[in-house]
């Protein structure tokens, strides 16, 4: 089974292992199907899922919607993570022109309400930022998330892909802690290792969520030099501690990070799931850390 932990010292608390749904749409399953696959990665202890509003073109959220109509009762056995802030172009909004981000309080409290509708829930449990938004009026934003959370309608805020002043500038004005900055970590790309995003997290005792850690599959198929060398290390770590597949090397990798991030999964095969959860057991010496980013990044440390 997998752990519950709690993500900031004031809640709440997660699975270790997040599901995520952005491809949700793609995964071509009846809304039973999409039950099955719910309960079967909670009864394995993956009880916190991953949405945003745009994910699947707006259709995710509906998608898994449909899916707990049919069981009204897994809404109180799992955790919903869900975010908002980017207006995508396309069908469903043809008077926009470009996409853009809007963090104003009428687009917040709509797409809430919206994701509360698709979801077939009341409550959000933690609802982020998902792009920072250079128009981003600190103070609304603040205003905004004291009157959902009074009105019930999300109980813990975060931010996705923030940089630690952007973080600061939010928390500022807020009076609870921000619980989580979502944010892409796999061995291709670990640039928040460097920019003191994880250094922000482990100071507030916070857990950030980490997307893409298999890096969309380019880590497998890839053929660049960086993608070889980094694949080549992990097959041979792999081979080393004993694990079934290197997706297993890249989780333990991103979990050995002190912060101690959150893996977000994104496959719709329960197998993958497991192949997931199994891979807790390992934990990488630091040598064997550090050789994936030296892959990585080219050279030696300096």
Wanted: charged content about 25%; glycine content about 6%; hydrophobic content about 40%.
């Amino acid at each position: 089974m997998v752990a519950k932990v709690s993500i900031s010292p004031q809640g709440p608390v997660f699975s270790e292992l997040v599901q995520g749904y952005w491809r949700m749409a793609e995964w071509g399953m009846s809304p039973q199907q999409r039950l099955s696959f719910l309960k079967q990665h909670v009864e394995l202890g993956v009880t916190t899922v991953d949405h945003a509003d745009i994910y699947g073109n707006y259709q995710c959220e509906l998608l898994f919607g449909e899916a707990l109509a049919l069981d009204k009762s897994m809404r109180d056995q799992i955790e919903i993570v869900t975010k908002c802030d980017i207006h995508l172009c396309g069908d469903h909004t043809p008077e926009r022109k470009i996409n853009h981000y809007d963090t104003s309080k009428q687009h917040i409290v709509a797409s809430v309400n919206n994701s509360l509708s698709r979801l077939n829930i009341e409550n959000i449990d933690v609802l982020l930022i998902h792009r920072p938004d250079a128009l981003m009026n600190a103070d609304e934003v603040a205003e905004t998330f004291l009157a959902l959370k009074k009105a019930g309608k999300v109980t813990h805020f975060g931010v996705s892909n923030h940089s630690p002043r952007q973080f600061e500038l939010l928390q500022s004005r807020l009076d609870e802690p921000l619980v989580t900055n979502q944010v892409e970590i796999n061995p291709l790309n670990f640039d928040v290792v460097d920019d003191g995003t994880l250094d922000q997290m482990q100071t507030q005792n916070t857990r950030p969520m980490a997307w893409s850690c298999l890096a969309g599959g380019g880590i497998f198929s890839g053929n660049s030099e960086k993608e070889t060398r980094v694949r080549n290390e992990l097959e041979a770590i792999r081979q080393e501690i004993g694990a079934e597949s290197i997706d297993q090397v890249i989780y333990a990798w991103v979990r050995r990070l002190p912060s101690k991030p959150l893996p977000i999964i994104g496959s719709g095969k329960i197998e993958r799931v497991q192949t997931a959860i199994a891979a807790l057991k390992f934990e990488l010496t630091r040598e064997q850390w550090y050789r994936v980013w030296v892959a990585s990044k080219g050279y030696g440390v300096p």
